[in-house]
């Protein structure tokens, strides 16, 4: 099924069991996914899909970070919840352990041998982990090894 289907799906069954945050969330979802497909005039496949939801995490987590230094631990709850929602439709997040072999794989299929060639590796590197790591934390190991 696809993820758009997927999502859909969810959907019904949040409004079946009247579940609000959950049905709030998705509807967030959809609605990120159909503005885009407007603006683009394209249909969206299950990697683009993963690239909205991966990009709502992220933003919720810094609205999180703001949260709890503004001292609204209630609305950060909130966050944290709607994350746990979005997590549901991402595929299973690499440990590190994973995440540093596929980048020793994508150097070495690169041939990269500085940090000029971070570009090349990055581009190997990011269909494979969309969605399944943190592309901030691999960007930083991929500069590591390459220094």
Known sequence: MSLLNELKEAQKDAMRSKDKLSLGTIRMALAAVKQRE???????????????LTKMVK?????I??????????????ERQEIEVV??????????????AIVDAAIVST?????????KVMGVVKPQLQGRADMGAVSSIIKSKLN
Do not use: C, H, W, Y
Request: charged content about 30%.
């Open 65 to 78: 970070a703001m949260f709890v230094t503004g001292n609204r631990e209630d609305l950060a709850q909130i």
């Open 38 to 52: 407007v603006d683009e005039r394209i249909e969206l496949n299950d990697t683009d899909i993963l690239q909205i």
């Open 59 to 63: 933003q919720r987590q810094e609205s």
């Open 111 to 119: 041939s990269a041998s500085s940090i000029k060639d971070m570009g």
């Open 87 to 100: 997590q549901r439709f991402l595929p299973a997040q690499l440990g590190a352990d994973e995440v540093n």
